[in-house]
T-cell receptor
């Protein structure tokens, strides 16, 4: 399978601060997604970003597929950003096709 | 309208019982999945169906049996429940694009507790 490593595992921020979450993966991929799991357990799609850069409001993501990493930027964090952020990838060959491999997540806590 | 919906959201049952979780998607996707999230929040694929055909069957006990009556539905039946089956089960769907899974969309999860 594909190994997905996320860092940091835990992050505590004051409201208004900026942060960068990192995702490294061990093989070439044709799919990379960032999810936010909110405190109610829902998995919310943030970005579908196998390569390049995307922005959505205060969030943006960059994937450099050739170097096997992706970054998620959160600016001006709010308490509602709290939760676990997951990176997940799908490979483009053999047994890695058709399945998302998840990282262990980054637990983000934003204090008012 | 909920894109991927699962029922029930919560399930508490005794060891040895049999239970089912149902999933429906209204996104017109052709591929559906079951993922399991353990107590440490690790998510791992269990099964994948494409147009009602089983594509992925991970190393899952054969007490777990998925069924896809049509490409909009994927149900999960679990026989002889064990304590270790307690977890959150997520259904997901995507539109297959050649060898690419496409973007996955998840349901809200079904929290199973086995006593």
């Amino acid at each position: 399978g594909i190994q997905v490593e996320q860092s940091p595992p835990d992050l505590i921020l004051q409201e208004g601060a900026n942060s960068t979450l990192r995702c490294n993966f061990s093989d070439s991929v044709n799919n990379l997604q960032w999810f936010h799991q909110n405190p109610w357990g829902q998995l919310i799609n943030l970005f579908y970003i196998p390569s390049g850069t995307k922005q959505n409001g205060r969030l943006s993501a960059t994937t450099v597929a050739t170097e096997r990493y992706s970054l998620l930027y959160i600016s001006s964090s709010q308490t509602t950003d709290s939760g676990v952020y997951f990176c997940a990838v799908s490979g483009n060959r053999g047994s890695t096709l058709g399945r998302l491999y998840f990282g262990r997540g980054t637990q983000l806590t934003v204090w008012p | 309208d909920t894109a991927v919906s699962q029922t029930p959201k919560y399930l508490v049952t005794q060891m040895g019982n049999d239970k089912s979780i149902k999933c429906e998607q209204n996104l017109g996707h052709d591929t559906m999945y079951w993922y399991k999230q353990d107590s440490k929040k690790f998510l791992k694929i269990m099964f994948s169906y494409n147009n009602k055909e089983l594509i992925i069957n991970e190393t899952v006990p054969n007490r777990f049996s998925p069924k896809s009556p049509d490409k909009a539905h994927l149900n999960l039946h679990i026989n002889s429940l064990e304590l270790g089956d307690s977890a959150v089960y997520f259904c997901a769907s995507s539109r297959q694009q050649g060898s690419n899974t496409g973007e996955l969309f998840f349901g809200e999860g079904s929290r199973l507790t086995v006593l």
